[in-house]
């Protein structure tokens, strides 16, 4: 793309992306967010978009995401490598904020290779900072969702907040640590000290630390190739005027400071770890790209003011197959809540929104928008901040008409029926956020650009 820019006192010109994007240029360094609480249709908007970005990152989260890409009828779900790999001409990195599981990557890797997929270390990275998932994080996390009983958070059970809660207390394994068995060595022995302990009192079964560092070294021969300066990546994409794609996973609502906490992941999910995340500067971050699901969807526990426990919720669940691509659970469904989708605007400053899985909502008479909150007698435009306040809140619904054309062949935004623009334009209205692409059906093709 042109770099235009704003002009030095000098009268020199420096380049400035801001300006390109306001020049008219739609993409430049693009943040991917889901902005309800995940599972938005991420995977296909990043597969769609990667085909003009030279280099697509993954900052946080690890494989409790599953994203889902649908081209000319062939399905990949994808829970590590970035959305962005099904188009040749990319890099694919794997940032510092992510947390991976070497075997779940190695798997993903095979499947891809096996479908002809170029996933050699040339376009595919991990940052040497990226913690890493072992076998006693997998078992902490099972361990205590089962002691937790009825106060369940419902994870995906993939070691995820165990392996970030080493982190932050500083004995975590990261990728780059596989270079160094001694030190891959002394951190496993360490770590098992205390988890061994934690396991027994949770009656889990404790874990042979020679067993886990064994595990882990005979893996290391075919990741080691992959680590990478992921820094020095992005630097050398954007000194050559390639557009970078940050592929969020997980959504606002489930983000450990400003999701409904404590049912959230345990990773800002918010844009503004996209910079941190993988290690780029915050100014870098041009566009800021909401996916919003036509309606609201939830795995786990957790309040969720919309939720539809009725005949239209089963609805929407089957005609979206809102099953998790992660786990197969089956999802919450409920309406749109603008609520949210309000917080998430203030939270990323969304500069468009991708509205997903309208086809879905074909067929219902009418459809519902949460347009603000009840909440002990007071009307809320935003979400309350105390712990448990969503889960008193009571919905205050607009009604708008429903349509029953088909509009998953539709290609351009004139195709679609008057009251199908309608709901769109009363979404638009109530984020304060232009809707720039309109999906209307799995595949990559069925996505209609504004
Ligand atoms: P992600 O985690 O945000 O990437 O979303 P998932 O892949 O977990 O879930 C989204 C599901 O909806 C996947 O099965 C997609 O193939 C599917 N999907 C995405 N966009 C659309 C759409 O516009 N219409 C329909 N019917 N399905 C869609
Ligand atoms: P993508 O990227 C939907 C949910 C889990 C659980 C909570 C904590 O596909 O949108 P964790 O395993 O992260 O400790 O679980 O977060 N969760 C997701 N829900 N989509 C996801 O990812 C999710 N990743 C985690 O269901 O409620
Ligand atoms: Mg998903």
Same mark, same amino acid.
């Given at each position: 793309?042109?770099?235009?820019?704003?002009?030095?006192?000098?009268?020199?010109?420096?380049?400035?992306?801001?300006?390109?994007?306001?020049?008219?240029?739609?993409?430049?360094?693009?943040?991917?967010?889901?902005?309800?609480?995940?599972?938005?249709?991420?995977?296909?908007?990043?597969?769609?978009?990667?085909?003009?970005?030279?280099?697509?990152?993954?900052?946080?989260?690890g494989n409790n995401?599953?994203?889902?890409?649908?081209?000319?009828?062939?399905?990949?779900?994808?829970h590590l490598?970035?959305?962005?790999?099904?188009?040749?001409?990319?890099?694919?990195?794997v940032?510092?904020?992510v947390v991976l599981d070497p075997e779940v990557f190695l798997q993903e890797v095979d499947q891809?290779?096996?479908?002809?997929?170029?996933?050699?270390?040339?376009?595919?990275?991990i940052s040497k900072k990226t913690h890493l998932i072992l076998p006693y994080h997998k078992s902490l996390d099972k361990a205590r969702e089962a002691k937790?009983?009825?106060?369940?958070?419902?994870t995906t059970g993939r070691g995820i907040g165990p392996c970030y809660e080493d982190k932050a207390a500083r004995v975590g394994l990261r990728a780059g640590d596989l270079c160094n068995p001694e030190l891959v060595r002394s951190k496993v022995t360490h770590a098992l000290e205390e988890k061994n302990i934690l396991l027994r009192a949770y009656n889990f079964e404790p874990l042979d630390p020679g067993a886990v560092i064994d595990g882990l070294l005979a893996l290391a021969p075919r990741l080691t190739p992959y680590l990478?300066?992921?820094?020095?990546?992005?630097?050398?994409?954007?000194?050559?005027?390639?557009?970078?794609?940050?592929?969020?996973?997980?959504?606002?609502?489930?983000?450990?400071?400003?999701?409904?906490?404590?049912?959230?992941?345990s990773?800002?999910?918010?844009?503004?770890?996209?910079?941190?995340?993988?290690?780029?500067?915050?100014?870098?971050?041009?566009?800021?790209?909401?996916? $919003?699901? !036509? /309606?609201?969807? =939830?795995?786990?526990?957790?309040?969720?003011?919309?939720?539809? &426990?009725?005949?239209? +919720?089963?609805?929407?669940?089957?005609?979206?197959?809102?099953?998790?691509?992660t786990t197969?659970?089956?999802?919450?469904?409920?309406?749109?809540?603008?609520?949210?989708?309000?917080?998430?605007?203030?939270?990323?400053?969304?500069?468009?929104?991708?509205?997903?899985?309208?086809?879905?909502?074909?067929?219902?008479?009418?459809?519902?928008?949460?347009?603000?909150?009840?909440?002990?007698?007071?009307?809320?435009?935003?979400?309350?901040?105390?712990?448990?306040?969503?889960?008193?809140?009571?919905?205050?619904?607009?009604?708008?008409?429903?349509?029953?054309?088909?509009?998953?062949?539709?290609?351009?935004?004139?195709?679609?029926?008057?009251? $199908?623009? !309608? /709901?769109?334009? =009363?979404?638009?209205?109530?984020?304060?956020?232009?809707?720039? &692409?309109?999906?209307? +059906?799995?595949?990559?093709?069925?996505?209609?650009?504004?």
């Amino acid at each position: 793309m042109t770099l235009t820019g704003r002009s030095l006192a000098d009268g020199r010109r420096i380049p400035c992306r801001r300006a390109a994007l306001q020049a008219g240029n739609t993409m430049a360094n693009t943040v991917i967010i889901g902005a309800q609480w995940g599972d938005e249709g991420k995977g296909k908007i990043v597969d769609m978009l990667s085909a003009r970005s030279r280099a697509i990152v993954r900052f946080q989260g690890g494989n409790n995401a599953g994203h889902t890409i649908k081209v000319q009828g062939q399905e990949t779900i994808l829970h590590l490598i970035p959305s962005g790999i099904l188009h040749e001409g990319t890099i694919c990195l794997v940032g510092n904020g992510v947390v991976l599981d070497p075997e779940v990557f190695l798997q993903e890797v095979d499947q891809l290779a096996q479908r002809g997929i170029d996933v050699s270390p040339a376009r595919l990275g991990i940052s040497k900072k990226t913690h890493l998932i072992l076998p006693y994080h997998k078992s902490l996390d099972k361990a205590r969702e089962a002691k937790r009983a009825g106060r369940k958070i419902g994870t995906t059970g993939r070691g995820i907040g165990p392996c970030y809660e080493d982190k932050a207390a500083r004995v975590g394994l990261r990728a780059g640590d596989l270079c160094n068995p001694e030190l891959v060595r002394s951190k496993v022995t360490h770590a098992l000290e205390e988890k061994n302990i934690l396991l027994r009192a949770y009656n889990f079964e404790p874990l042979d630390p020679g067993a886990v560092i064994d595990g882990l070294l005979a893996l290391a021969p075919r990741l080691t190739p992959y680590l990478t300066e992921v820094e020095d990546r992005l630097q050398e994409v954007q000194q050559k005027g390639g557009d970078i794609l940050f592929e969020g996973a997980q959504g606002v609502h489930l983000d450990i400071d400003h999701g409904t906490y404590p049912f959230v992941t345990s990773s800002n999910t918010v844009a503004g770890n996209a910079a941190a995340g993988c290690g780029i500067a915050p100014s870098a971050l041009t566009r800021v790209v909401g996916i $919003v699901k !036509a /309606y609201t969807t =939830r795995v786990g526990s957790g309040p969720f003011p919309t939720e539809l &426990l009725d005949d239209t +919720g089963s609805y929407l669940r089957t005609e979206g197959h809102e099953f998790g691509a992660t786990t197969g659970r089956p999802r919450r469904c409920g309406w749109l809540d603008a609520v949210v989708l309000r917080e998430s605007v203030r939270l990323n400053g969304l500069t468009d929104i991708a509205l997903t899985k309208l086809d879905v909502l074909q067929n219902l008479p009418v459809l519902q928008i949460c347009v603000a909150y009840e909440y002990h007698g007071r009307r809320l435009e935003y979400p309350p901040q105390e712990e448990g306040g969503l889960g008193e809140v009571t919905p205050v619904y607009e009604e708008l008409p429903g349509f029953d054309e088909d509009i998953s062949g539709c290609t351009s935004y004139a195709d679609l029926p008057d009251n $199908v623009r !309608a /709901y769109i334009s =009363r979404i638009e209205a109530l984020a304060g956020v232009r809707i720039s &692409l309109v999906s209307v +059906g799995p595949d990559r093709r069925q996505t209609i650009e504004r």
